[in-house]
């Protein structure tokens, strides 16, 4: 079925550099991809997304670009911090069979180290 | 304003024993949302709600699985009996979606974390 492929699954930086997470999907209808991000033992909370007539966001240190041709998108984090250190997801709306569903990736563990 | 509200928190129970866990989703949202997260994966979706109509439960395993949403306001899920690889945390989630708008946000509950031995 349609799925979305997430890399890395883990990911250490040094504070203050940048973190990039990259995500494929297979599904050429979909059109809304947004990003969670989940400390542990919470929920996952939105911290970005990004819709398909639109190639790039930016918000404060995060920023998402798409690329529908290729069809994949990426989170970047800037000027990284402790508190960013959280497992985030990346997820796309595909069809499922009549419906279409938020499915998401596997997770990246980031780790920002002091 | 309250987040999306889910009890208990971690449950653990036998195999084979029933469990269920309750689900209050934010004030005004018509559509909610029940996922399973199992241990270093993404959430899986197993049934959507729009308003107490099920629309999307494909994915809900039928024999031992079941959910309501009676009011169209808070809901619960339930698993009878729960086996060893039910083990997971299972979200609930809330949006609120309009017709011929575009998909809107979807907020999570904390979760509850389900150990079955």
């Known amino acids: 079925g349609e799925n979305v492929e997430q890399h890395p699954s883990t990911l250490s930086v040094q504070e203050g550099d940048s973190a990039v997470i990259k995500c494929t999907y297979s599904?050429?209808?979909?059109?809304?991809f947004p990003w969670y991000k989940q400390e542990l033992g919470k929920g996952p909370q939105l911290i970005i997304d990004?819709?398909?007539?639109?190639g790039e966001k930016k918000d404060q240190r995060i920023a998402v670009t798409l690329n529908k041709t290729a069809k994949h998108f990426s989170l970047h984090i800037t000027e990284t911090q402790p508190e960013d250190s959280a497992v985030y997801f990346c997820?796309?709306?595909?069809?499922?069979?009549?419906?279409?569903?938020?499915?998401f990736g596997s997770g990246t563990q980031l780790t920002v180290l002091p | 304003e309250a987040g999306v509200v889910q009890s208990p928190r971690y449950k653990i129970i036998e195999k084979k024993q029933p469990v269920a866990f309750w689900c209050n989703p934010i004030s005004g949202h018509n559509t909610l949302y029940w996922y399973r997260q199992n241990l270093g994966q993404g959430p899986e979706l197993l049934i959507r709600y729009e308003n107490e109509e099920a629309v999307d439960d494909s994915q809900l395993p039928k024999d031992r699985f079941s959910a309501e949403r009676l009011k169209g306001v808070d809901s619960t899920l339930k698993i009878q009996p729960a086996e060893l690889g039910d083990s997971a945390v299972y979200l609930c989630?809330?949006?609120?979606?309009?017709?011929?708008?575009?998909?809107?946000?979807?907020?999570f509950g904390p979760g509850t974390r389900l150990t079955v031995l």
């Open positions: 997820a796309a709306l595909i069809s499922s069979g009549s419906a279409r569903q938020l499915t």
């Open positions: 989630a809330s949006s609120l979606n309009l017709a011929g708008r575009r998909i809107n946000e979807q907020f």
């Open positions: 990004i819709r398909s007539n639109v």
């Open positions: 599904d050429s209808a979909s059109n809304y």
